[in-house]
């Protein structure tokens, strides 16, 4: 049997289709601005290390208003970045529980969301107090 | 307000006998605020225009041949009112990643295809190698075990999850959301032996690692299936048995 003449739809911009693809795609860019805020990080330990004036100059660059954005929005992302990722964590971990009384998907977003607020406060208290 | 007298209908169309050239045509359809959409086209296609062509069976949203694109969406025709699309116009395509056979009817023959890859049928414990000497035991499941299933099993095949897929379209050789919710189905089934056949596609590079979870498969499917959830929960059980593959060569022989 010849196959049926038919026509094949391109993907070409494909996330222009549907705001659900746009959603994702900015969750995932949030990924890259936060290696991007752990790489600057990096710099600065590297500068700690390399003596007070380098660490003065690496200093000045992330208090400088351009510097002060940036954070701004490396903060932005994280928190879509946390968000997003809580609200998926049901479905990407085995069913949790015995069958008949499995841990509700709000259940785990409460644990996740507490549990980072735990560590959070727990950091805050530690570099405010402790040290 | 008043009802309006007509809806405007647009329907992406194509016919074999002119490949070159899709058009979109435009059909006025008598409003009627408890009509569907399905409706609607056979409105067009008994008063208006005998050529359209689409797919239908039920009207009930249970057989999934109805599928289509309305307003760039993936949806059941016989699923959406007028009312709820008024005052229009509504925008039909043929479902999104699909090869098109002519008008809104696309080709499906790729999903069936991949239908025997995911073995969707209980494997008996009879036909496992460690049962095969007992007898034959009823296969008793307690409605908290069937809690565990009972969702990916409402699906219809209606393929609007494949059409919510960007990596499918993409990369049409991934098993795709329905195909593998129906394998963690059966994975998930206490009745079922079947798990070890299923691994070479789950764990195959057209298997769960394909799903980059959009998600959208989800929030368009008639069912409440949740492919997304499936198929992510089948990632840990994959990456569990690489691991433990790895720190115990031969567990399985
Ligand atoms: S999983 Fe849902 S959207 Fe996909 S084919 Fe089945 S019923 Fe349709
Ligand atoms: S006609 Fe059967 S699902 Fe719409």
Known sequence: MTPLPTWQRGMRGWWRRDPAFRRYLLREATSVAIGAYALMLLAGLGCLVAGPAAWQRWEGLILSPVGLLLQAVVFAAAVIHAVSWFRLMPLTIPPLGRPGRRLADGAIHAGAWAASALCSLGLLGWLVYGA | ?253
């Open chain 2, 1 to 253: 307000m008043t009802d309006p007298e007509t809806i405007l209908i647009e329907v992406l169309r194509w016919h074999p006998d002119t490949p070159e050239a899709p058009w979109w045509q435009s059909y006025e359809v008598p409003y009627r605020a408890d009509a569907t959409l399905l409706e609607a086209l056979q409105t067009i296609k008994d008063d208006l225009d005998g050529t359209l062509t689409f797919r239908w069976s039920c009207r009930m949203a249970i057989c999934g041949s109805c599928g289509c694109m309305v307003n760039g969406r993936p949806e059941l025709s016989c699923h959406l009112l007028l009312r709820d699309l008024a005052p229009g116009p509504v925008r039909l395509e043929p479902l999104a990643h699909f090869p098109v056979i002519r008008d809104l009817v696309i080709d499906q023959q790729d999903f069936l295809d991949k239908l025997p890859a995911v073995g969707a049928y209980l494997v008996p414990a009879e036909e496992t190698e460690a049962a095969a000497a007992a007898p034959a035991a009823p296969s008793r499941q307690t409605p908290a075990q069937m809690a565990d299933y009972y969702q990916y099993a409402q699906c219809i095949n209606c393929l609007l999850c494949y059409s919510a897929c960007p990596q499918y379209g993409l990369k049409p050789d991934f098993l795709g959301p329905a195909a593998l919710a129906l394998m963690a189905r059966h994975d998930a089934d206490s009745r079922d032996h079947g798990q070890a056949g299923r691994r070479a596609a789950r764990d195959a590079d057209t298997g769960v690692w394909d799903c980059t979870l959009v998600g959208h498969c989800t929030e368009v499917c008639p069912q409440g299936v949740d492919p997304a959830r499936a198929i992510n929960r089948n990632k840990t059980a994959s990456a569990r048995d690489y691991v433990f593959d790895l720190l115990l060569p031969g567990r399985r022989r």
